[in-house]
């Protein structure tokens, strides 16, 4: 792990790059409780594009920050993300859930030299349950178990995907947990969209629950150089789910930004 200090904190990262290409490389980023670890398999494609896993404050092995939920933590996420790319001029932010919120709006609102969105299991607005967001103030386990019911987090994973998603969660645990929440929740950017013109894609799952295909289907209404393209025989977490299938995906994105 490598990191990088800005705003008075550090931000953890992986970076790998076995490539020896000049492309642009991919910035993966994290949904709510995650950390660079969901990204485990999209590091196959650092032998063909550098690629940098970030985690968020509070997450894996960066220090945590005194936000708020909402406008004030999604900012920080933000910075932090600004702060890798500058850092390993990694180019295409590559978001999932929360994750991709952080990647809209530091498309939005950073002066970063982007060339690229990937948006996976994400959406213009992410409404959370109000149940498990009572949940997870009061009930961390409940929250946990339902988030990993079917079709939620995911469609047919193995009993060691399903193991390491919960032991995941119960790491970074119910105070950082439930602050990525509340701030998905509060996430809105409707009407916005169009004023992003870099090259995207939305990815899917195609059993998605928690962020379904219509939420991707509007970014490809309003984004105007954006793709829809939906991961068969997966749930919200389809980069750990069908790797495969993702990596196939990105790999195709990543080849139109380079023709």
Not at 17 to 32: E, K, L, N, T, V
Not at 98 to 115: K, Q
Not at 171 to 186: A, H, I, K, M
Not at 189 to 206: C, F, M
Request: with cysteine.
């Amino acid at each position: 792990m490598e990191s990088v200090s800005h705003h008075g904190r550090s931000t953890a990262y992986k970076y790998s790059d076995r490539s020896g290409q000049s492309g642009p490389g991919c910035c993966y980023i994290h949904g709510s409780g995650g950390s660079h670890e969901a990204w485990k398999s999209q590091f196959r494609l650092a032998s063909r594009t550098p690629v940098a896993a970030v985690d968020l404050s509070g997450h894996g092995e960066s220090d945590d920050i005194d936000a708020d939920a909402g406008y004030e933590t999604l900012s920080a996420y933000t910075d932090d993300v600004a702060a890798v790319v500058e850092a390993t001029d990694c180019s295409v932010l590559v978001g999932h859930s929360l994750g991709g919120a952080v990647a809209i709006w530091a498309a939005l609102e950073r002066d970063l030299d982007l060339d690229g969105l990937v948006l996976a299991g994400t959406g213009p607005r992410l409404p959370v349950l109000s149940d498990l967001l009572d949940w997870l103030k009061t009930d961390f386990d409940r929250a946990v178990e339902f988030l990993h019911g079917s079709d939620r987090l995911f469609h047919d994973p193995d009993p060691e995907l399903l193991a390491a998603s919960t032991r995941r969660l119960r790491e970074t645990g119910q105070p950082v947990t439930g602050r990525d929440f509340r701030t998905s929740n509060l996430f809105n950017v409707l009407g916005r969209l169009d004023e992003i013109d870099l090259p995207a894609a939305a990815l899917v799952g195609e059993y998605d629950q928690l962020t379904p295909l219509r939420y991707h289907q509007y970014f490809a209404a309003e984004m105007p150089n954006c793709s829809v393209l939906q991961i068969e025989d997966a749930a919200h977490l389809s980069m750990l789910e069908q790797p495969q299938a993702f990596n196939a995906a990105l790999s195709m994105f990543l080849d139109r930004l380079t023709r």
